[in-house]
């Protein structure tokens, strides 16, 4: 974390965080509590410290490995379509691809207790360091294949998925509370929905939310 400016002055200053919120009220986010947060968690902590001037930016931005951190645009709307008419905080909330923890971080604010899965050991351990500097301490991360969910801690009031599988993985369906709700992008590259998926007792009720651009969900783990 050395050099990361954790106080958001310079570059990072609130008025450029508050122009990233007018950003996402005018593309629709219009849940205050989701941009309050927004606004709130630090995203260049979470970036390079190359890429800090453009982190709140409305972009999506390299964080390594191959992998990127989401649009804060994305990261607020799946955030607001999973507690939108929810009583809050939700007790426990899965999130399969953690990547650099930025959405980690956001959702935190709404959860008892956030479970966080992804394959890339390297991104688990910075997750670990910037999570533990900003003091955020709900969160459990683990390195593991986020097809498989995370079996012991189920059921979830809310699943987040920050990859986009080809179809909807059935453990995750599984792991689902009753009145749980599940986001997830789904379908090959160039030609992905965002899905919100609400369990209705054994019904399994689907919502195609809009068209959207992730990185794939890649079977196994890695170092
Ligand atoms: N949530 C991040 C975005 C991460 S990008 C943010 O806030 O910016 C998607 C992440 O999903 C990548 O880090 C990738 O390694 C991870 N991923 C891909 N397939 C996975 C799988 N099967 N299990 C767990 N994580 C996976």
Redesign the pocket.
């Known amino acids: 974390m050395t050099g990361h400016d954790m106080r958001g002055i310079g570059m990072t200053s609130a008025r450029t965080r508050d122009r990233l919120i007018v950003t996402l009220r005018e593309q629709g986010i219009s849940d205050e509590a989701v941009l309050e947060r927004i606004r709130e968690v630090p995203r260049h902590v979470?970036v390079d410290e190359a890429l800090a001037s453009r982190a709140y930016e409305n972009t999506v931005l390299p964080?390594g490995?191959?992998?990127?951190?989401?649009q804060p645009y994305i990261?607020a709307l799946m955030t607001q379509a999973l507690i939108e008419g929810r009583e809050l905080p939700l007790p426990k909330v899965l999130?399969?691809?953690?990547?650099?923890?930025?959405?980690?971080?956001?959702l935190a604010g709404f959860a008892r207790h956030i479970f966080g899965?992804?394959?890339?050991n390297a991104?688990i351990r910075l997750s670990r360091e910037r999570l533990k500097a900003l003091k955020i301490s709900n969160v459990s991360l683990r390195h593991?294949?986020?097809?498989d969910g995370w079996i012991s801690q189920a059921p979830f009031q809310g699943i987040l998925v920050?990859?986009a599988?080809e179809a909807i993985p059935k453990a995750l369906l599984g792991q689902l509370d009753d009145g749980g709700r599940l986001l997830i992008p789904v379908g090959p590259s160039g030609q992905q929905e965002l899905i919100r998926i609400t369990r209705r007792g054994d019904e399994f009720v689907e919502e195609t939310l809009t068209a959207v651009s992730?990185?794939?969900?890649?079977?196994?783990?890695t170092q």
Not at 144 to 147: I, L, P, T, V, Y
Not at 214 to 221: D, Y
């Open positions: 979470f964080i490995h191959g992998q990127t951190i989401s990261v999130e399969i691809g953690t990547g650099c923890g930025y959405q980690t971080a956001v899965v992804e394959r890339i991104l593991a294949d986020g097809f920050a990859a599988p992730f990185v794939p969900l890649i079977e196994g783990q």
